[in-house]
T-cell receptor
């Protein structure tokens, strides 16, 4: 199993540009999520999904869109990049069911710099 | 969603035990307590989880208070490789959003 994969590893954008961060998992997990982590800070939840066709907002959703057309993929779209979106982005997946025992598996992260 | 509070940072000497506390006073009966750690420049990784009873695995031990309003992650012998940010979160597996908070930065001195 590859686990959770993220592409690209690093990206530089100019203000106003748009881009999509890719996330895929091969563990058939229902739950997927996106977090951002600013330097020296904890993780903040952007969006999450409990299955294909279902998405919901997290703590900091503004400026980001997501979709979940398949169980495996959960792309994060930046509509119009701003310097405040400079951060490291982590994708995670988790199996549902099991009454709270499910653990999250994280990808290696995408470092985004917006100039 | 139930929230957790942790100290911002803690220090330990190498090869000594470390007790990392977490308060979760609004925990519900179906919430499992999960701990993750984040090594420098890496994504978080799972450490341990529990519901009511204390738990042990190869990485750490988890001690859960009888009223479940707090828990403690125990590293029995800290090594330099244990220097990381440790996060305590609650999960009831209902598909709710899982928030992390700031975590505790553990520094290990040789």
């Amino acid at each position: 199993n590859a686990g959770v994969t993220q592409t690209p590893k690093f990206q530089v954008l100019k203000t106003g540009q748009s881009m999509t961060l890719q996330c895929a998992q091969d563990m058939n997990h229902e739950y997927m999520s996106w977090y951002r982590q600013d330097p020296g800070m904890g993780l903040r939840l952007i969006h999450y999904s409990v299955g294909a066709g279902i998405t919901d907002q997290g703590e900091v959703p503004n400026g980001y869109n997501v979709s979940r057309s398949t169980t495996e993929d959960f792309p994060l779209r930046l509509l119009s990049a701003a310097p405040s979106q400079t951060s490291v982005y982590f994708c995670a997946s988790m199996p549902l069911g099991g009454g709270g025992k499910g653990t999250q598996y994280f990808g290696p992260g995408t470092r985004l710099l917006v100039l | 969603d139930a929230k957790t509070t942790q100290p911002n940072s803690m220090e330990s000497n190498e090869e000594e035990p470390v007790h990392l506390p977490c308060n979760h006073s609004t925990i519900s009966g179906t919430d499992y307590i999960h701990w993750y750690r984040q090594l420098p420049s890496q994504g978080p990784e799972y450490v341990i989880h529990g519901l009511t009873s204390n738990v042990n695995n190869r990485m750490a031990s988890l001690a859960i208070a009888e009223d479940r309003k707090s828990s403690t992650l125990i590293l029995h012998r800290a090594t330099l490789r244990d220097a990381a940010v440790y996060y305590c979160i609650l999960n009831n597996n209902a598909g709710n959003m899982l928030t992390f908070g700031g975590g505790t930065r553990l520094m290990v001195k040789p």
